[in-house]
Nanobody
Framework: QVQLVESGGGLVQTGGSLRLSCAAR????????MAWFRQAPGKEREFVAG?????EYGEFVKGRFTITRDSPKNTVYLQMNNLKPEDTAVYYC??????????????????WGQGTTVTVSS
């Protein structure tokens, strides 16, 4: 059974940094693509970053975020730097089984975490 548990969200000032973690149970990283999405109030869920055999980032990231994974710990991280108020959202970890390509479409992902809230104050 796959379980994804996010942590690391919180309140930060503009320009600050946060590192989100996603502890993945029941996932073998070489058989899954992992990704971070976010959803702000009143907006659609948006692709942030994905990792499989390579990494992909949403266009808005522009070098501010970095996705990594630690296979022995079965954990995926999202390091977020130079945060802006528009980064305020609930951030979700997602897993896509049986693929080497990190899709930017939320519909491609099979498993989701409960989300962690990031609030960036101006």
């Amino acid at each position: 059974q796959v379980q994804l548990v996010e942590s690391g969200g919180g309140l930060v000032q503009t320009g600050g940094s946060l590192r989100l973690s996603c502890a993945a149970r029941g996932v073998t990283f070489n058989k899954y693509a992992m990704a971070w999405f976010r959803q702000a109030p009143g907006k659609e869920r948006e692709f942030v970053a994905g990792i499989a055999w390579y990494v992909e980032y949403g266009e808005f990231v522009k070098g501010r975020f970095t996705i990594t994974r630690d296979s022995p710990k079965n954990t995926v991280y999202l390091q977020m730097n130079n945060l802006k108020p528009e980064d305020t959202a609930v951030y979700y970890c997602a897993a896509d089984a049986g693929t080497s390509r990190p899709s930017d479409a939320s519909s491609d992902y099979d498993y989701w975490g409960q989300g962690t809230t990031v609030t960036v104050s101006s």
